[in-house]
């Protein structure tokens, strides 16, 4: 594309952010679309993000993705947030408003149209998140949003957990969600559940590590999404392909968020044929054939 004069930016903040396939995402939409954007990284510091937030908004950038570390701490530097966003404590989009940035939480946008990509619902449905971190926190609220049976967080710290199903249960009004440690997922007494495994373990270079090895907890299961993408196929995805259970990663649910965002910065809609180029173009950026 020609920057010039009228080109307006987009990016993303975090700490680190070289590793980030989002400009891969961000400018082929915009090539596509023929949007005069260009989006990139920019590296900040835990104690600069008020700095950069407030810098951003003085160059006239358009929109920002929030990477860790700094989903939480960016909502003090906000003018405006979305409600579901503040629920869940976590944003990772920022769209240029009057007087400064609103925040949004597209992660659980991104999971809500890869599970509706792959046929998965969450109505009325068992749902087990294993860990308990931002991303689980996220999920579960998507979870009771979706109307989800009973939602139980799995994690090694039960506090952690406890803290996420009583976040939960407040915004829901009701006990849907439940605390519970890793170490009973052999004994866990459910059928047919819904598992999205949030936590790191798993991630390259240490492919062949799972938080959960229980075979009985593969074999009651109905299927599994695995939030990491890097490998393409998890430890986790393996177990629970050998118990013959559809499992999925989360390199889709990475692909919806930056639409998700796109869509709210440029005020427009991303065609599933356009999602799918993108979706190709991003499995290339990270080495992968299927």
Not at 39 to 57: D, L, M, P, R
Not at 90 to 106: D, H, I, M, S
Not at 123 to 148: N, P, S, T, Y
């Amino acid at each position: 594309m020609d920057i010039n004069g009228t080109t307006r930016v987009c990016g993303l903040i975090g700490n680190p952010v070289a590793h980030s396939i989002s400009p891969v995402i961000h400018n082929r939409l915009a090539g596509l679309r023929g949007d005069n954007l260009v989006y990139a990284t920019f590296k900040v510091e835990a104690g600069n993000v008020a700095a950069a937030v407030k810098g951003a908004y003085a160059l006239d950038i358009l929109g920002l993705n929030v990477t860790v570390p700094h989903k939480q701490a960016v909502i003090d530097e906000l003018v405006d947030i979305d409600e579901l966003a503040a629920a869940i404590g976590a944003v990772n989009t920022l769209v240029r408003t009057e007087g400064g940035f609103k925040g949004y939480n597209t992660d659980i946008l991104g999971l809500d149209r890869e599970l509706s990509d792959v046929g998965i619902s969450l109505e009325d449905k068992c749902v087990v998140i294993i860990g308990a971190g931002g991303a689980a926190r996220a999920i579960a609220f998507l979870c009771a949003g979706k109307k989800a049976s009973e939602i139980y967080i799995m994690n090694r710290t039960l506090e952690k957990a406890q803290n996420i199903a009583d976040a939960v249960n407040e915004y829901a009004k009701k006990d849907i969600a439940k605390a519970a440690g890793i170490s009973e997922c052999g004994s866990f007494d459910k059928k047919d559940y819904i598992v999205i495994q949030t936590t790191s373990v798993g991630l390259h270079p240490h492919d062949d590590e799972t938080a959960v090895t229980a075979d009985e907890f593969y074999e009651n299961a109905a299927a599994g999404v695995d939030i990491i993408y890097n490998p393409y196929e998890t430890m986790f995805m393996k177990l629970m392909k050998k118990h013959g259970k559809p499992a999925y990663n989360g390199l889709k649910m990475l692909l919806y968020q930056g639409v998700a965002a796109y869509e709210l910065w440029n005020d427009c809609k991303i065609s599933s044929d356009m999602a799918d180029i993108i979706y190709e173009d991003m499995k290339k950026e990270l080495g992968i054939s299927e």
